[in-house]
């Protein structure tokens, strides 16, 4: 193995094993790929991926010849044994999967589990990832965010999930596929409040790249007026409560919640204690729901 990458110096039994390098790989754009994944790919014994057909793209126009067996989570056991026993044979193996990071929202966990757990080196060669690029471009506080993956699909669901998440003052970060954008967003809106500070990153590194960021029922607005945004690969970075919104309800403000609470639904109640209090109608919606909940 070249120079560039980590030697494994694990043993067992006297033998040395294989290393499970964890492989990046662009999430449109070619040119992402990194020169230490493509080394790697190349000198691996076998590349597990999560789908071979459509990796071998990627893999033909980077001249890797490695051969390729399919891994995804719900592969059988029988599979997962399989590698994990040429690990342990001193094979080295990589796993990628159809784009960007392995085991973000895609395959690999339960085969890093497998070969953690006995004792195999797991090198992560990084690389492209969605969210981290989504984030690293949306201009929203990054210093604390929370990756929620994919809201459940069924829009009950959905609704009950961003509830239970209403009251993060961290940055969230969604996946969502193209044909729910739009019933995400006016989810978004009816749970988080309108004004809620929304970036949705479309078709990240490919020539269709938009990054648009606005109040959550304005951007479901754009999305509605202008189909085209509702096709291709879709992060929604979303703004999380103000800590300064949450530092200014004083016990007062509590009260005076409470009771509106006691007597109006919760719309009717943010809106007159936001006259009240002076705080934000937003604000005092999203603590309603929370308390709600409780
Ligand atoms: N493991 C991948 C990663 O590291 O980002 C994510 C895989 S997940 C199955 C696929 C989802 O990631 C897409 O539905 C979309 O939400 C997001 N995604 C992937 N590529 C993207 C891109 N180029 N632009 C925007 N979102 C993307």
Known sequence: MANSIPQNTDTQGGAEKGTLYVVATPIGNLADMVPRAIETLQTVAVIAAEDTRHSSRLLAHFDIKTPAIAYH??????RTENLVRRLLAGEDVALISDAGTPLVSDPGYRLVCKAREQGIRVVPIPGACAMIAALSAAGLPSDRFAFEGFLPAKQVARCAFLQTIANDSRTLIFYE???????????????????????????????????KGDKVAALAEWVTADINQQRGEIVL?????????????TLEH???????????????????????????????YQWALAKNEK
């Not at 989570?73 to 029988?78: R, V």
């Not at 005076?256 to 109006?264: A, F, G, K, N």
């Open 73 to 78: 989570d719900h592969s059988d056991e029988q």
């Open 177 to 211: 596929a193209p044909h729910r954008i739009l019933e995400t967003l006016q989810d978004m809106a009816s749970v988080f409040g309108a004004e809620r500070e929304v970036v949705m990153a479309r078709e990240l590194t490919k020539t269709f790249e938009t990054i």
């Open 254 to 284: 509590e009260r005076v919640m409470t009771v509106l609470l006691d007597e109006l639904p919760v719309k009717q109640a943010a809106a007159i204690g936001a006259k009240i209090t002076g705080l934000k109608k937003n604000f005092l």
């Open 237 to 249: 970075v979303v703004q999380g409560v103000s800590k300064i919104a949450m530092a200014e309800m």
